[in-house]
């Protein structure tokens, strides 16, 4: 019997392709989503030119300037109050002994009461082997009362001075505490402001720094240029009253001349010609002053500026101009803001060698001046003690100290 072939159809093989959709939607969706965050995402913030790196680097040291004056305030105020509340302490280390002698004794008086029973004086009169003894016992037991007041006044009168010495140091410690936060919060705050100027340059390429070189060369020189000016008008002025000072000497001389020729003779010789320049004195004093500054201030020339340091080994700017009049017997305050305070103000026009010349609206700033528009300073970090044109900086002001 022959075989009937199969009715079924054949099964066809239908291929899904729906993970496959799935996964190219997604990926679609990735790149839609990236593009759109690309789009709308903040563009990067310029990199500031050298220029303006300067400036803000220059504002920075600036600043750590300001803050190494009141660091240095802080310091000075502080080791002042360290002073006083260490003697306040000693004085009242001192009273308490004091207080402790008087109570001492004082309980040798109440061991000594107790001891004799408190007896009243009738029953000792009737007592005592004869009246003439009790009386005089009485006599010693009056004058032991009286010792016995004092020892209670002077201990009362201790007692109340060691309480207001400490008080005092109580308020000491307190006002030392206080400044040793400014201290430390002066501190941080130069910290800071160098740590930002170093990272700013840091950040810099090479041929970004050697533009930044170029233009502080720039700078130097205008600068150097204004002094020289500086100098030739202060040499020009220098000899204009040299001259005029010859021309005035020399006409003393000729009206002595005329008038110890017209006849008598008498008083001839007299005249000694004390001439101009009364105040020639105080300008030699000045002079010799201010040579030992200088002499000192040369030393110091590659020495570098430390915040806060006052020598010998480094300096900031107002801790080198006071070691360096401290050489020739002058004490200058330690901050900038003090030190302009001291002595005579001058003109910039009219400086001479030993002054000191400020910076900066904020008095940050201090140089002393050499002569010929020149001063030598400690300048900022990272820089050596070195000679530098006054018109490197804004000018504040300048003084004479003594």
């Known amino acids: 019997m022959p075989v009937l072939a199969s009715h079924r159809k054949p099964r066809t093989k239908v291929r899904t392709t729906t993970p496959a959709v799935g996964l190219t939607t997604a990926a679609l969706a990735s790149v839609t989503l990236l593009s759109t965050q690309s789009a709308t995402a903040a563009p990067a913030e310029p990199k500031p030119a050298v220029e303006e790196v300067q400036k803000k680097v220059d504002a920075l040291y600036r600043q750590a300037g300001a803050a190494t004056q009141e660091y240095n305030r802080a310091k000075a105020a502080s080791a002042s109050q360290q002073t006083k509340v260490d003697t306040l302490l000693s004085d009242v280390a001192k009273r308490t002994e004091k207080i402790n002698e008087a109570r001492r004794a004082l309980g040798s008086y109440a061991a000594a009461q107790y001891r004799n029973g408190g007896i009243g004086p009738a029953a000792t009169f009737f007592l005592a082997d004869n009246p003439q003894g009790y009386f005089d016992q009485s006599r010693l037991m009056d004058r032991a009362t009286e010792r016995q007041q004092r020892s209670v006044t002077e201990f009362r009168t201790q007692q109340a001075s060691a309480a207001k010495k400490r008080a005092e140091a109580v308020k000491s410690l307190e006002t030392l505490t206080e400044t040793q936060a400014t201290l430390a919060s002066s501190k941080k705050d130069v910290q800071t402001k160098l740590t930002e100027a170093r990272g700013l340059l840091s950040r810099l390429t090479a041929e970004e720094k050697a533009r930044l070189a170029e233009l502080e060369r720039k700078k130097e020189a205008e600068a150097k240029e204004k002094a020289a000016k500086l100098a030739a008008r202060q040499a020009a002025e220098a000899k ?29 010789g007299t005249g000694t010609d004390p001439g101009p320049g009364t105040g020639s004195g105080t300008d030699s004093g000045y002079a010799a002053k201010a040579e030992k500054v200088l002499a000192f201030a040369r030393a110091q020339i590659g020495k570098p500026y430390v915040w806060g340091a006052s020598g010998p080994s480094s300096y900031d700017c107002s801790g080198l101009t006071q070691a360096a009049w401290r050489e020739a017997g002058v004490t200058l305050p330690r901050t900038t803001w003090d030190q302009v305070e001291v002595g005579t103000r001058v003109a910039t026009s009219d400086l001479k060698p030993g002054d000191l010349v400020f910076f900066y609206d904020d008095i940050s700033h201090v140089g002393i001046y050499k002569g010929d528009g020149m001063m030598i300073h400690a300048p900022k970090p990272g ?10 900086m804004p000018i504040y002001g300048s003084v004479r100290p003594a």
């Open 240 to 268: 204009e009253r040299a001259e005029a000072e010859e021309k005035a000497r020399e006409e003393a001389a000729k009206e002595a001349a005329k008038e110890s020729g017209d006849g008598s003779g008498t008083g001839s």
């Open 383 to 392: 820089a050596n003690v070195r000679e530098e044109s006054i018109y490197y």
